[in-house]
């Protein structure tokens, strides 16, 4: 099964799935829509980059979910810095931040353009400020290396012009002429110029065309047959011939867009400061009307459509629309930003933490919050929505009580938050046995929560001169000392000893035992531990302790961590002919284990999974050969109910469709077969859940023969949906056995049905 899980990484683009039928092998974003950096039309939709993805938007029902494309749906990359629609090819243009171009056409097959981005005469990054829609198949650039012209037909550059490192922020073609709108000034060249590529042969405009002696020009557009030019904070009408006009002006702001696609220029002004705000106008030429709309606090870019509505990117509260006088803030159900440090499942529920910490042990000061996925609604707690968290930043653990549900949150900057699913409360040195940071006597640094067995909870209390607390079942506080105060995370083993990582030079962690109040540190020193830097710890399903480090994993399977023996080991494995630790040269920042003990690993270079002995590799995911977003991985979870892994990256979450649940002591009565009937067009894997742990599977025609079996992985089995011949198995019922052993006579053997239709 190594290759199951990408078997079904990409799904046909701008294809809508419900959240919650998700197929083997099938991913899913959760990515922040509520900012907006660009925005173009067709005829019937309006499409948004958001900075990360792409959200479309029905003109004609505006009322409509908001379509959401991402690297998951099929777009190449994430990162989207620019979109333009060209309506003759009816074709999305999606730019990406390193210079990767996105052709998206209405109907076909998406093509990715790498010509940019592998211009080797070009170092560093390469940036696409501005879009114009130049001919019936071509697209002009304006970027930070010059200029160039795309066909997107034929997929290939019509001329590419550098300009020595002068940016160009706008671009457009006009009356013959291709005019570039740049740091120090407007350019032009006749598009029939034979030298065209060579920036020598474009002319600068100065103050003979009645622009001033020194200038930048930040915007250019084409409106009423006229040209238009954004010239630091004033807007000018320009006839190269006879002169320019200013027809306005912002003393506070630079022009920052120009947009000419209805009856009206839309005039843009950028956001600067809170007390220097961004603001957008409309101009209409034929009655000489100048219009603010005190909509977009921080535009980027607008559009006006066919019936005069405009559609604006804001950064800050995303999408709006304004339609008379009426302004209309587009919501969206999505995360508060990309930001995630912790993941946690709990019933179904996904709950996840945005804060950070530095590199100095110090708090970042994201002030995101935590957030929930439940129901497939987002529910977001920071500043901006409880008053009750207006001073709090950096939620880093988080952990939900097995019995009632209730939700802890841990402050690296102040303070552990309680949700009991209808008020909020928080818990300080003044009402706990936490204790404040010794050296920043104001904050109590949370950095780690976990339940015992008798789900009291405990805290890692970061610089506390105590720095281990607990929260009785009762309510009461505790609290420890121990070796090292510079603990984060609690993982808690078989025996309810509290394992905690340590930022102290010395110390990889340590282990506490709170019926002896003792606690030990492993090091460097006293274990296998090849470095002290140690970024997680989790337990397996057989109780054994899994430590990820700076390189690579150590495992303690010895059960008493106090013993004097117990020094951890290392899995070699046979890495290119040659045997090596497991994982050596990455460093593991998590480790999670699925229903049927498999680890996920996640690093810094993407996720492996490993067998549940860690000897082999089952898959490799990264973002070169599958839709995840970014390789840095910050934390994973798993939904043992359905087998749905989310992975926290660097750029946002997403989640996969994995093959492990958690298994049951005995399979249900009426397994669970999906899809069921698999109709001719699937050619994916079939899922069997709602197993024993591990069940033995046989499956078998209408007559008994027998054609495939396998082992649950936990509580769920998979099958290709093919005999022992690798062949398709022909239309039909089949029938599968299962049992906690080969013995299907067993008393809670069950029998499940598969229509295959061919």
Not at 171 to 189: H, N, T
Not at 564 to 589: F, H, Y
Request: one cysteine or more; glycine letters at 10%.
């Amino acid at each position: 099964m190594k290759h199951l899980l990408t078997l079904l990484l990409f799904l046909s683009f701008f294809s809508l799935h419900s959240q919650n039928d998700l197929v083997l092998g099938q991913w899913e974003s959760h990515l922040p829509y509520r900012g907006g950096k660009s925005v173009t039309q067709s005829d019937s939709k309006i499409y948004f980059g958001t900075g990360l993805s792409v959200a479309v938007l029905d003109k004609n029902d505006i009322s409509s979910p908001l379509q959401r494309i991402s690297k998951t749906d099929g777009l190449s990359n994430i990162g989207v810095s620019n979109v333009k629609y060209h309506p003759q090819q009816k074709t999305l243009m999606v730019i990406y931040d390193d210079g990767v171009i996105d052709l998206v056409p209405d109907e076909g097959d998406l093509t990715t353009l790498f010509f940019i981005k592998d211009f080797s005469n070009i170092v560093g990054q390469k940036i696409i400020y501005d879009i114009h829609v130049s001919g019936e198949e071509t697209f002009l650039l304006g970027t930070n290396y010059g200029i160039s012209e795309i066909n997107i037909a034929t997929n290939e550059f019509v001329f590419t012009t550098f300009t020595n490192e002068l940016k160009v922020f706008g671009i457009c073609k006009y009356d013959g002429f291709i005019y570039a709108a740049a740091e120090d000034g407007l350019y032009r060249v006749s598009e029939n110029n034979a030298f065209i590529d060579a920036f020598g042969q474009w002319e600068y405009l100065g103050t003979e065309s009645g622009l001033p002696e020194d200038y930048s020009a930040g915007a250019v557009a084409v409106y009423n047959d006229e040209l238009y030019v954004g010239v630091d904070t004033n807007v000018y009408k320009v006839n190269p011939l006879v002169g320019a006009e200013v027809i306005h002006s912002n003393p506070e702001l630079n022009v920052g867009f120009l947009s000419a696609e209805g009856n009206r220029l839309v005039i843009g002004y950028p956001y600067e400061s809170n007390s220097v705000r961004g603001a957008t106008y409309v101009f209409d030429m034929e009655s000489t009307e100048l219009l603010s709309f005190n909509c977009a606090t921080r535009p980027l870019d607008a559009v006006e459509d066919q019936i005069g509505r405009v559609w604006i990117a804001d950064n800050f509260e995303g999408y709006h629309l304004v339609s008379g006088d009426d302004c209309n803030i587009i919501r969206t159900n999505s995360p508060p930003s990309v930001r995630n440090n912790t993941l946690k499942v709990y019933n179904g529920e996904l709950w996840a933490t945005s804060g950070g910490i530095s590199l100095n042990s110090g708090p970042l000061g994201f002030p995101q919050g935590f957030y929930s996925y439940i129901d497939r609604n987002w529910t977001i707690f920071n500043r901006d929505t409880e008053p009750l968290l207006a001073n709090i930043t950096d939620f880093v653990p988080i952990v939900i009580h097995p019995e009632t549900g209730d939700v802890y949150a841990g402050s690296y900057f102040d303070g552990l938050v309680h949700y009991d699913r209808e008020t909020l409360r928080v818990i300080d040195d003044s009402t706990s046995s936490m204790n404040n940071a010794v050296g920043d006597d104001t904050r109590t640094r949370v950095s780690g929560l976990a339940f015992d067995s008798q789900n009291n909870l405990w805290v890692s209390n970061y610089l506390g001169a105590n720095p281990i607390s607990v929260m009785r079942a009762d309510g009461s506080w505790e609290d420890f000392s121990c070796s090292s105060t510079t603990l984060i995370g609690v993982t808690i083993d078989d025996f309810d000893n509290k394992w905690m990582t340590s930022l102290q030079a010395s110390t990889g962690f340590v282990v506490f035992d709170e019926k002896e109040n003792q606690c030990k540190s492993f090091s460097t020193g006293n274990s296998v531990l090849e470095s002290n830097q140690v970024n997680c710890i989790t337990k397996d399903l057989d109780g054994d302790m899994w430590v990820g480090t700076q390189e690579g994993i150590i495992i303690f399977e010895c059960g008493d961590p106090f013993d004097a023996n117990c020094v951890g080991s290392q899995r070699i494995v046979t890495v290119e002919g040659d045997g090596a630790a497991l994982l050596k040269d990455e460093s593991v920042r998590c480790i999670t284990v699925d229903g049927a003990n498999r680890k996920w690993i996640g690093t810094g270079s993407g996720v492996f999974v490993l067998s549940p002995d860690g000897r082999d590799e089952i898959v490799y995911l990264s973002e070169d050969n599958s839709p995840l977003f970014d390789n840095v991985i910050n934390d994973i979870a798993i939904d043992g109910e359905n087998g749905k892994v989310y992975i926290g990256t660097d750029k946002g979450i997403q989640a996969l469709r994995g093959e492990a649940t958690t298994g049951n002591a005995v399979n249900i009565e009426n397994p669970n077969v999906f899809p069921n009937p698999v109709r001719p067009e699937y050619t994916g894997p079939i899922a069997i859940n709602g197993l024993a742990t591990d069940a033995n599977i046989k499956i078998t025609d209408a007559m008994g023969q027998l054609i495939y079996e396998t082992q649950a992985l936990g509580g769920q089995a998979i099958w290709d949906g093919k005999d022992y011949n690798g062949r398709r198995a022909a239309s039909g019922v089949y029938l599968v056995f299962s049992a906690r052993t080969s013995n299907l006579n067993q008393s809670d053997a069950v029998v499940a049905k598969i229509l295959i239709m061919n």
